[in-house]
């Protein structure tokens, strides 16, 4: 059982891997050349591009003038971005190639941030480190920034086999304080 663990974990490494390393060379399916229909059903051949998650952040940022807590790809060809813009919380669906908010909810939370975002001594990154400490390894399945409780806090999960983590890790501290297993 142990072994059928490993490898189903290797091969999901690798196949990350090879996808990562094609993404990188421009062989990417976002970079291949794909028939677009334009108006009258007419196929026009175009290079459609996808934007990266660090060119969507940035513009997205300087746009709203807010800060982007999480960012996934929700299709092919979009993104998902969620924002804090003063003390409300944004969703936004953002078409990967142009950068064209294609759509902006307002879910009605207000936040209050006790340490304003961009005050926060615990990167995304940095959080993402001690929960796949804590857990012993795996791979990290989302990290979100919630800013809902007395305190800031990185919401962290794992996968690491057929077991799944949750942690909750103080931004300012890098503290553990909460987590679950499943």
Known sequence: MQKKKYRMFFLITCCSIFIWSGCQDNQSINNST?????EGNTAVNETVKMMTK???????????????????????????????????????IVNGSTGKVMSDKTD????????????L?????????????????????????????????????????????EYEIDTTTGNIVQSKQE
Do not use: C, F
């Not at 615990?122 to 920034?145: F, H, R």
């Open 34 to 38: 794909k028939p677009l229909e334009a």
């Open 108 to 119: 009605g939370q207000v936040v209050t941030p006790q340490v304003p975002p961009k005050a």
């Open 54 to 92: 660090e060119e969507i952040v940035k513009e997205i940022e300087e746009k709203y003038k807010g800060k982007v807590t999480d960012i996934e790809v929700e299709t092919t060809s979009t993104y998902e971005v969620d924002l804090i813009v003063g003390s409300e919380k944004r969703k936004l």
């Open 121 to 165: 001594t615990i990167t995304k990154e940095k959080t993402e480190e001690i929960a796949l400490q804590q857990s012993g390894g795996g791979y990290v399945l989302k990290t979100e920034l919630d800013l809902d409780n007395n305190m800031n806090t990185y919401e962290v999960k794992v996968v690491k086999g057929n077991i799944k983590y």
